[in-house]
């Protein structure tokens, strides 16, 4: 295999989670007594900062954006999680990457008060231990910028050079790209085949299983 190791981003790469956080959107919304919001334009923000998401798609006063996300958090678990599913295929590659010797982790825009959870029930974490998993609240920049990356890549002592970077958005490729590493896009996420190019990616996929011909 070319790449020893490989940084995965979690929403819409590993897991399908598009409708769970359109749920929570509106429900926190609802919760502000504030208009809904159109579920594309969440959409497109989904692999920003959660904030950022309710600062450009929706109606939330940039006074309120703080308090959108603390009420968003607390109401994921109820309205998100019975529909948040993996994209096929995942696991059995997860599993095979894993008896291979390749080292992987998550780098993922979420908290870790849902990511966690979340690796553990959908058996993510069978795979990629929790303490391999980098989210928002590590204090760095988030994506685009690299520092994301570079967290993971200093922590488990591995090379850019020899590292795969596998999201679904443009955010995801660059933040790959600007750590040096490798990048790889996945067609049935967030964003577009020709929105993934815009970033350049070294490699672009349509089924995750694709993975494996890498």
Known sequence: MLYKNILFDFDGTLADTREGIIRT???????????????DAVAKTIGLPLTECFRTATAVPDSRVDEAAAIYRDIFPSLALDHI???????????????????????????HMSLDPLMTSLGVADYIPLCHAYGEDENLHPKPAPDLALKALSALGIKADQTLVVGDTVYDLLMGKAA?????????GNQSRQQLLTAQPTHLIDRFADLLGL
């Open 180 to 188: 040096g590493c490798h990048t790889c896009g996945v067609t049935y």
């Open 25 to 39: 959107v509106q429900g926190t919304l609802q919760h502000m007594s504030l208009p809904t919001a159109d579920p």
């Open 85 to 111: 599913t993996l994209f096929p295929g995942v696991l059995d590659v997860l599993a095979f990457l894993r008896d291979n010797g390749t080292v992987m982790a998550i780098v993922s825009s979420r908290h």
